[in-house]
């Protein structure tokens, strides 16, 4: 019987484990078979990730492999990134994961970029300015935790060493610190030091496709598991997605559509010139030896905050279809405000960043989500234009994957406003990702080429072109609105 993979694909939402196989067509088949849910909970005074819960789902979620007729496995896991789990000298964790959407961060880049440039920490490092990234929350982190702190793991690696007893740093996440040196390989010491951490409390850097153990026997006790190794993929849930995102030659670009939206260019040399601080780019590291050149977008959090609003009596198909009813581009909204990263309520959100700014005010939900899908659509076509621009290219192709690649509204109006075709699918590329790495690092699928060319072939992948001269003009005044007024409301 040919190997049996399973990829564990947790985001901020949700969780779930999907099984994949190569079948004799060469083709990869998907099936999910465990899902659970996943949020964070104000807990002694911090919005805070429920660990322990997750690892018990996928314990959960082996068992039912196991129960499917599986009896030998291997496993990938992959989840957000930034976040991070410290753990003491007797191997526990010492408090469970602060969420990077808590606002202990709020005013951190200020604070540590006081007496070290923006600039100079840029050429350091490749990586964009969110207040919610690593080396922020390790700067307000509380001291006397550090200070018994053994091991800093990202969340992946967490799970991964409480499965099998072994500890790495996976490059894909760790990058996303903005801690990583871009031209040493290494954490930066000079930015540990000032986050009052020092190298030791890291494990050993890896690259995605390092075989990291059986998952311990000492789990067989409360769960009916099959024989489980675990391979350390791309564990940035970006990361994977890139990897399984199926683009060919030198002219595409990726937007990784979910709660957040990645919007950039696989590179083989990072890019972290003038014009690239400039407008926020990151580099962060890909499988293979590649980087992750994009932009982070707020993305489709937006619409699940709406829909939660709402009381989820709308699922999101109906709030497309109701979105398509409606005018476009009746407000422009500058999608990346902070204002939106955790509100307390996301329309009213909404309607006072339209109130502050003199526009029309969405008030039914059919005029919520046109206006999210219209910007963010108007963000992406902007986005595409400074790829250009900053890697003095010509993209031809936008390939979409994710959750988002599943409305057509808002894949054709990104495809007219940005003036090129976009090819939508797949949507579980997060988990074909996790899979193809680990269906590389066994030998059944050769490299990341062929394995993209399978992608390819095995799921439905919709084209959409631009629609001439619909938008004329639209995109233009949108930028217009961003040089106006971005950042300046709050």
Same mark, same amino acid.
């Given at each position: ?111 540590? /970029?006081?007496? $070290?440039?923006?600039? #100079? &920490? ?5 990586? !964009?300015?969110?207040?919610? @990234? ?124 979910? /709660?957040?939206? $990645?919007?950039?260019? #696989? &590179? ?5 010139? !003038?014009?690239?601080?400039? @407008? ?211």
């Amino acid at each position: 019987m040919k190997n049996v993979y399973v990829a564990v694909d947790i985001g901020a939402s949700s969780g779930r484990l999907m099984l994949a196989k190569v079948n004799s067509n060469q083709q990869i088949q998907l099936e999910e078979i465990h899902r659970f849910k996943n949020g964070f909970k104000k807990t002694d005074g911090h919005d805070r990730w429920n660990i322990d819960y997750l690892i018990h789902e996928i314990l959960t979620g082996l068992e039912k492999v196991k129960a499917a007729g599986y009896a030998k496995v291997y496993l990938g896991i992959d989840t957000w990134a930034v976040d991070y789990v410290l753990v003491g000298k007797d191997g526990n964790k010492l408090s469970n994961p602060i969420s990077y959407r808590d606002g202990r961060t709020s005013n951190a880049i200020n604070n540590l /970029t006081s007496d $070290l440039s923006k600039d #100079e &920490l840029y050429k350091k490092t490749g990586i !964009q300015f969110l207040d919610f @990234n690593t080396l922020y929350q390790l700067y307000e982190e509380d001291h006397q935790l550090l200070k018994n702190t053994d091991k800093i793991m990202m969340i992946p690696d967490y799970i991964g060493y409480v499965l099998t007893g072994k500890v790495v740093t996976e490059v894909t996440n760790a990058s996303t610190t903005q801690m990583l040196n871009l031209r040493a390989g290494l954490f930066d010491h000079d930015l540990l030091t000032k986050v009052n951490v020092n190298d030791d409390q890291f494990a050993d850097l890896v690259e995605a496709g390092t075989l990291l153990g059986f998952v311990s026997e000492n789990w067989m006790e409360n769960f009916d598991l099959p024989v489980t190794e675990v391979i350390t993929v791309a564990t940035h849930d970006t990361a994977s997605a890139v990897v399984g995102t199926p683009g060919e030659g030198d002219d595409w670009a990726f937007l990784s559509s979910g /709660t957040w939206s $990645l919007l950039g260019k #696989e &590179l083989n040399t990072p890019e972290n010139g !003038q014009l690239a601080f400039q @407008n926020n780019y990151t580099n962060e590291w890909g499988a293979y030896g590649t980087y992750r050149f994009l932009k982070n977008i707020m993305g489709l959090w937006m619409a699940q905050c709406v829909k939660r609003c709402y009381g989820n009596q709308y699922n999101f198909s109906v709030l497309a279809s109701l979105a398509a009813k409606e005018q476009p581009f009746q407000q422009f909204i500058d999608v990346n405000d902070d204002r939106f990263v955790n509100p307390n309520n996301m329309i009213e959100e909404i309607q006072h960043y339209c109130q502050d700014t003199q526009q029309i005010v969405p008030e039914t939900p059919g005029q919520v989500m046109m206006a999210i899908y219209a910007n963010l659509a108007l963000f992406y076509a902007n986005e595409v234009q400074q790829l250009n621009s900053i890697l003095s290219c010509h993209l031809k192709t936008l390939n979409i994957v994710g959750g988002g690649s599943n409305i057509a509204l808002l894949n054709q109006m990104t495809s007219t406003l940005a003036n090129i075709q976009v090819v939508a699918g797949p949507n579980e590329a997060t988990a074909i990702g996790n899979a193809l790495v680990q269906m590389i690092s066994t030998g059944e699928v050769e490299n990341i080429k062929l394995g993209r060319k399978m992608i390819g072939r095995s799921f439905e992948l919709k084209c959409f072109v631009p629609e001439t001269g619909l938008y004329d003009g639209v995109l233009q005044r949108y930028q217009d609105f961003l040089n106006g007024h971005s950042k300046e409301l709050v």
